[in-house]
C-alpha cells in the first residue's frame, strides 16, 4: 500500500510561485508514474501533470503547459510540482497520486489511471 502526503499549498499573488512536494512511502517509489491533479469548487477533478518513472516523459495539461513543471527524486521518494506564473484560475485543492501500471489502462491523463491519492494541499491564488 503507498502513501502520498502533499504538501507546499498556501496563498499567493497573481504572478507568483509555489512548489509542491509529495512524499510517498510504502512502495517501490522508482516503479510508479507519478502524477498532480486538482480539484476547484464544483469542478472535476482534472489532470494537471505526470511523470512515468522508466522513460522521464513528462505529461501536461494544456492550461499549465510552459509555467508548470514536474520532477521526481527517486533516492527521497518525492515528487515535486513547481507551479510559477499562477494564475488566479489556478485556485484549487491539488492532489498527488500514483499509478503502479504505467498508465496501460486509461493513460496518464486520465484519473482513473492512478491507485492511490494523497489528502490534497489547498493553493489559493489572487488577483
Known amino acids: 500500500q503507498v502513501q502520498l502526503v502533499e504538501s507546499g499549498g498556501g496563498l499567493v499573488q497573481a504572478g507568483g510561485s509555489l512548489r509542491l512536494s509529495c512524499a510517498a512511502s510504502?512502495?517501490?517509489?522508482?516503479?510508479?508514474?507519478m502524477g498532480w491533479f486538482r480539484q476547484a469548487p464544483g469542478k472535476e477533478r482534472e489532470f494537471v501533470a505526470a511523470m512515468n518513472y522508466g522513460s522521464g516523459r513528462q505529461y501536461y495539461a494544456d492550461s499549465v503547459k510552459g509555467r508548470f513543471t514536474i520532477a521526481r527524486d527517486n533516492a527521497k521518494n518525492t515528487v515535486y510540482l513547481q507551479m510559477n506564473s499562477l494564475k488566479p484560475e489556478d485556485t484549487a485543492v491539488y492532489y498527488c497520486a500514483a499509478d503502479g501500471d504505467g498508465c496501460a489502462a486509461y493513460g496518464c491523463y486520465s484519473r482513473y489511471a492512478y491507485d492511490y491519492w494523497g489528502q490534497g494541499t489547498q493553493v489559493t491564488v489572487s488577483s
Open positions: 510504502g512502495g517501490t517509489f522508482s516503479r510508479y508514474v
